[in-house]
């Protein structure tokens, strides 16, 4: 695991980078044809595109690695208890920024951010504190917090004057979201400088998430149909998209390690196309309305029997064929209904975690010895094994 710790986070730190440059040439660009449409996306002034899934998905792994820090066994309860309420705060900080929750809520009342503030100030606060007591380094941790804390004001900025220069509010913007990616990448810092103190012959990479994975899947099932009613009556589609761009990250993150790239790379794309390609997207092709997400993933499903399923029998490879081919029937047949394509993605997603998870389980099993050392020994001794 610490062998690709070097180039992943060179990785990470390039791509923010990229994204960021391209925030702050997209204001001055506008206007500019398929080259704005581009630059939006990929920038993360935006909602529902590649930049806003990047920066979410950045606490995500932050909560990750802050799950896997929980899971130690090396650690004491005060400690673990510290780093399951961070995990908890980060999961909160990925889910306001792709689902954009405040912006939601402000739309009916400023009051309603007070409940969500006191609760992610409350799960920061006992977090900080748990951690300080089990003698672990908070510095770091209190300062990206104090990054996003300045976050607030930035907006109130944005708003409260008229920005009639292009490139000073691509200035403003690359501002703003660059001390929430500074702030997130400070927090993936800490938390994976934390988490390499412990061993690091463990059997699977995100041993947390194998060993959380159960209640983890419980939660995202229950989350399914809240995410539906929030789309249904409140027309917000934010939670829907969170929860199958969050769910598929997270398989990839099990399967790394563990399977061949391509696996936790179909994860990756699944993930990205469950945000940033918008359920609204509806063009023509072929002169035929297509919605443009339920076709991505048609296609995606397509290249399961290959990626998900390498190496079984194609009794075990057709269900996905069939799901694939009746996908991308219905994004022609049935380009309208946003709640059906919207919710497509979560469902898919919580299938294919549950088969990870049960995959790295039924490994790790394996591999544990079925009775304890002493027994062990004593057999081998009584067999004449030194």
């Not at 610490?2 to 990229?18: K, T, W």
């Not at 934010?238 to 990250?249: D, E, H, K, R, T």
Request: include cysteine; charge should be positive.
């Amino acid at each position: 695991m610490r062998d690709g710790v070097g180039p992943a986070a060179a990785a990470i730190n390039s791509i923010s980078l990229f994204l960021l440059i391209l925030t702050l040439l997209s204001y001055p660009l506008t206007g500019h044809g398929f080259l704005s449409f581009v630059l939006f996306w990929f920038g993360m002034g935006g909602e529902t595109n590649l930049g806003a899934w990047w920066s979410g998905m950045l606490f995500l792994l932050a909560a990750v690695l802050a799950l896997e820090c929980a899971a130690g066994a090396s650690r004491s309860a005060e400690e673990k208890r510290g780093w399951g309420l961070l995990a908890a705060a980060f999961v909160l900080l990925s889910f306001d920024e792709i689902a954009s929750l405040h912006e939601f809520l402000s739309t009916y009342s400023d009051l309603f951010l007070v409940p969500v503030g006191v609760l992610g100030f409350a799960l920061v606060a006992c977090g900080l504190v748990s951690l300080y007591r089990a003698r672990v380094p908070v510095g770091a941790l209190i300062f990206a917090f104090g990054l996003l804390a300045t976050v607030p004001a930035q907006e109130f900025l944005q708003h409260a004057r008229e920005w009639n220069n292009a490139w000073l509010y691509g200035v403003r913007a690359f501002v703003e979201e660059g001390t929430e990616v500074a702030a997130a990448l400070l927090l993936i810092a800490a938390t994976s400088a934390n988490l390499f103190r412990a061993r690091a012959d463990r059997i699977v990479t995100f041993d947390g998430l194998v060993r959380f994975g159960p209640p983890l899947l419980w939660c995202a099932a229950a989350a399914v149909p809240l995410a539906a009613a929030l789309l249904y009556f409140a027309v917000f589609r934010g939670p829907a998209n969170w929860l199958g761009a969050a769910v598929f990250l997270l398989c990839a993150l099990v399967a790394v390690g563990r399977a061949p790239w391509l696996r936790p790379a179909g994860y990756v794309l699944a993930s990205i196309g469950a945000n940033a390609v918008p359920v609204v997207w509806s063009p023509q092709l072929l002169g035929v309305e297509v919605n443009l997400r339920a076709l991505c993933f048609g296609l995606l499903l397509a290249a399961a029997p290959w990626v998900l399923s390498a190496g079984k029998s194609w009794r075990r490879r057709i269900g996905w064929l069939v799901l694939a081919a009746t996908t991308i029937v219905a994004a022609f047949t049935f380009p309208a209904p946003q709640l059906g394509w919207s919710m497509l993605p979560p469902v898919i997603a919580l299938l294919c975690f549950y088969r990870e998870v049960a995959a790295a389980r039924k490994a790790a099993t394996v591999r544990v010895p079925l009775a304890p050392p002493s027994l062990i020994a004593a057999e081998r001794e009584a067999a004449g094994h030194p």
